[in-house]
Every structure is written in C-alpha cells, then in structure tokens.
C-alpha cells in the first residue's frame, strides 16, 4: 500500500493539479500538436510548442509514462521559471499553474 508521503505518490497528485489547472485556464488540448511539433531540439520545445502545450503532451505525459513503468523520476526540475515567464503579460492567470509547478520542482530536485 502507497503512503500518503511517498514521493512518487506526491508527485503523481502533482501532476493531476497541473493537469486540473490546465483544464479550469482552458489550456488543456483534445487533440495532439503535430508530430513535427515534437521534434525540436530547443528546450520546452519553445519554437514548435506553446509551452503549455509542452507541459502537457511532454513533461506530464512522460511523467505519467515513468510512474507507471516504475521508472526513475528526474533528479532535478526547473520548469516554474519558465512557467512564470510564459504567463508574463498574457490574459490567463497563471500563478496556481506556477504554484504547482514549484511543488513538482521542489519535489523532483529533492528539497
């Protein structure tokens, strides 16, 4: 049985309160971007991508994919930042997505 305080589990939550926030800013896609969307080799895939859009058809759907293979999870994250600069001046209020961004951060990078 899973502990409440058991990492993968936390990050798991996580990313569902990425993905319900995604949903309430109406960001959350139906439908996957091309496939040539997926093959940049910029970080964020941030010339191909709106960066929600990365959030959720790469950082979320490859989370999900690691958990549920029993995978490593990443050592290290740093995806508020970009979060925070993303919804700079734009009309979607953004800082409950960069809140559970930083929780994902935070639990990723150990601290």
């Known amino acids: 049985m899973t502990r409440p305080d058991n990492p993968i589990r936390q990050v798991a939550d996580s990313l569902l309160s990425i993905e319900v926030e995604l949903r309430q800013l109406g960001l ?4 996957l971007p091309p496939e040539e969307a997926f093959q940049s080799t910029k970080p964020f895939c941030i010339d191909t991508l709106e960066f929600y859009q990365w959030l959720q058809f790469v950082f979320v759907a490859r989370m999900k994919e690691l958990i549920a293979h029993d995978h490593p999870l990443p050592a290290v994250s740093g995806i508020a930042p970009m979060a925070e ?4 001046g734009r009309p979607e209020p953004g800082s409950e997505l960069v809140r559970e961004l930083e929780t994902i951060d935070r639990l990723l990078s150990g601290g």
Request: charged residues 40%; hydrophobic residues 40%.
């Open 28 to 31: 959350w896609a139906s439908e």
């Open 85 to 88: 600069e993303h919804f700079r």
